[in-house]
């Protein structure tokens, strides 16, 4: 099996009642794929520029995670500054300087076209068409997407979403995308327009998924220092995928277990800035929390 | 084993994006006792005025509540009127009549004074903490309150906590009962107070149960209509408690299973305005909406 994800590498300047940071290394490829890698071997493609340091592009080799696709161009690498108030759901954006992300055109090395499961993380949904059409015959595509896509470019974004497998979004995206308060009926308009599956994603909450006749809620790790909930969302696609990935099935049990392993890499995801936590991380500490979620349910 | 529950029954007046009720039944006694009834025969404590309907009291009897220590006093009902937006989190308080519960000062008949269970429901702490003086051994006291007693009487709401075995809270006023804004240091701060359990209760999202070496997490029902989610906690914890009044054990695995009873029951009353769901409700539809958790959590 193979997993391309196209996303953001980029830096972040992010401030939470826990302490601030300057421009640490982000981006919604960044996580999914770094939580994806404890399953599988991603193949990234995004844009970097000459400012970002090789040894981040090191560590994601260290991990398995195929940079073919990773362009570096000459510019800055797309910033992001975000503030965070005690409540880790909601964020508030300072700054976004695309840099060298917005001539952005993501061209997928030949290695990549043949992927089973392809990740369209939230970009502009004109360039997740064009990734799509890119990928010869993928099994499952799925994508993320935000409200400013949704607000701006409406019509683009149903496009790419009457072509994907799924849809992982917040319930505000969803919402908004369907102008439907009750997330049930939100979900019943998506699955309509072609998605099997929609996995709302809530937070410290944890998510819930849609399906035609399918339903399964995992809930969030009760964290007790929730640092950083920057990445959170992208490290539960990543480790959702991921371990679909790597099982190669995509049956309801496989699918319920996805969820919670997107949950447990979200839950570490969140233990510290930026990517601090994922660079120490242990395979074990993934099953041990794993097991942890099971007995958090169990009854 | 005999549950005895402290607290309000009122007329409400309703306006959800789903419609309007004028002056219906409500009050956390009600919700409770209703719920409760689906497990054992609770016990009532409450005062209405003689406006109240006689049919409902009857309601009650045919539920098996006992309704000893309900008392009619001259005088109008407890009435209360509040607005719920799109979001079934977020209410308003348009109004409060006290009515006859201004001069409310509850006085236990005899026959509930051996009370196994007790559940003090969300009223002035000072009435809870006279209630608790007039029970002999009980084996489980449980409580609820709210924001308005935390600010004006915090003294006597500790003291009523520190004297408990559940409180029963939502997320926001666990964060100011403890001035702690991480749930999860917030509820040890009060397990350290004494209570052995505290449920948090997140409306849609369900409950969070932590005791000093436990966790456990039950969802919300996945609810296409949320008609009325006016009695949701009350119904939660009259579900929760009534459970373990019929078990007569109060292990962990009984504690999970009676948080799970809890959404259940909960889930039902916000189907339709007021206590309209309970009045057709079938004990065997709340078992298999209870199997239906279990699959809704599985993995």
Known sequence: ???VIVGSVAFDTIRTPWGKRDRIVGGSGTYFSL??????????????????????????????IDTAGLEIRPGRTFHWEGHYGYDPNQRETISTELNVFRDFRPVLPNSYRDANIVFLANIDPDLQDSVLAQVRRPELVAMDTMNLWIASKPESTWRVLKAVDILFANDEEIRMLTQETNLIKAGRKILAAGPRLVVTKKGEHGALL??????????GHPCEDVV????????????????LDKVRKFTRPEIRRAAVYGSVLASFA??????E??????PDEVESRFRLFRRLVSF
Not at 54 to 64: A, N
């Open 270 to 275: 969140i233990e510290d800035f930026g990517i």
């Open 35 to 64: 939580a994806a890698s404890f399953f599988t071997r991603p193949k990234m493609v995004a844009v970097v520029g000459e400012d970002f340091p090789p040894e981040v592009i090191d560590l994601f080799k260290s991990r398995g």
């Open 228 to 243: 950083d909930p920057t990445g959170a969302g992208d490290s539960f696609a990543g480790g959702f995928l991921g371990y």
């Open 210 to 219: 849609f399906g035609k006749k399918f339903v399964f809620g995992v809930l």
């Open 1 to 3: 099996m193979s997993l």
């Open 277 to 282: 936590r994922f660079k120490s991380l242990r």
